[in-house]
């Protein structure tokens, strides 16, 4: 219910809620109760049973949460590291934007690892594909914005790593809890660069602990470097193509809709 309100379909529903019958059953699950949701449910439910089964802001019990601090020139590589010492889990890696998770599934394609992406600019099949081929095994990473930290069913993730940490707590939360669902076991790694050291102080307070920190010798994490600067090169590459190209089609769509706008101007 959160994430509908917070992508401004709060008068969607108030239309949608205003032409059902008043004698009907409705439901509003939500990780968190957020204020949005708060009003909605005053607005649109008529003597409403609320459950809360935890906390506002907690996590499951059964999630083990460790932090990794790490020079943001390394981030990269870093990444690698988590990634082998979690070989054969199936690994869900949180990006701040949809270039970043685009850019960083071709770093570890590079590297061989087994990685597809899932972000907002995707068309609809793309998503679903790269979606099933991460939930029938066919890539144990997945790579995504936070249109993958709820209202996907994706039933068994392992490890979730927030490569760029959110900027907020809530979001956090919902990140985490793709894994150790259902009573199932499951870990967490933020990344946390000296530039996120005031944001994941903000993070800790919220959750009301110091997490521990996930155990990496820099020594041993830059040995995979040369290695790492080459696949960035080569995904900085495949990434400007990419999006080279999806300038192009663009642009030709635009002089497409001119032209027909041309043509129903004339015929007018």
């Known amino acids: 219910a959160d994430r509908m309100l917070s992508m401004d379909f709060e008068q969607e529903l108030n239309k949608m809620l205003a032409v059902l019958p008043p004698e009907r059953r409705t439901y509003l699950f939500s990780a968190t109760m957020t204020s949005k949701v708060a009003k909605l449910q005053r607005a649109s439910l008529s003597d409403p049973i609320k459950v809360e089964v935890s906390h506002k802001f907690s996590t499951p019990k059964t999630l083990v949460q460790q932090y990794l601090f790490i020079p943001a020139k390394y981030k990269d590589c870093y990444l690698a590291y988590v990634l082998n010492e979690f070989a054969g889990q199936t690994i869900l890696v949180f990006s701040a934007t ?3 998770s ?3 599934a071709l ?24 979606l099933n081929k991460f939930k029938s095994g066919q890539r144990s990473i997945l790579i995504a914005t936070d249109v ?16 760029d940490i959110p900027g907020n707590g809530k979001e ?6 793709r894994t150790a669902r259902a009573g199932r076991a499951g870990r967490s790694v933020a990344f946390v660069t000296q530039y996120d050291v005031e944001v994941y102080q903000r993070l800790e307070a919220l959750l009301g602990q110091k997490l521990p920190s996930f155990p990496a010798e820099e020594e041993t994490v830059l040995i995979m470097l040369e290695r790492v600067s080459e696949a960035q090169r080569i995904a900085a590459r495949e990434l400007r ?12 769509r635009g ?14």
């Open 98 to 100: 949809c270039n970043g």
């Open 102 to 104: 685009q850019r960083v």
């Open 107 to 130: 770093l570890l394609r590079n590297l061989g690892f087994d990685a597809v992406c899932l972000h907002g600019q995707m068309s609809q099949p793309k998503r679903l594909g790269a």
């Open 148 to 163: 993958a930290s709820r209202g996907l069913d994706i039933p068994s993730v392992d490890v979730v790593i927030n490569f």
């Open 172 to 177: 956090y939360i919902h990140r985490v809890g």
């Open 241 to 252: 193509e990419i999006l080279a190209t999806k300038g192009k089609g663009k642009r030709r």
């Open 255 to 268: 002089e497409a809709s001119a032209v027909a706008g041309e043509a129903e101007d004339e015929g007018g």
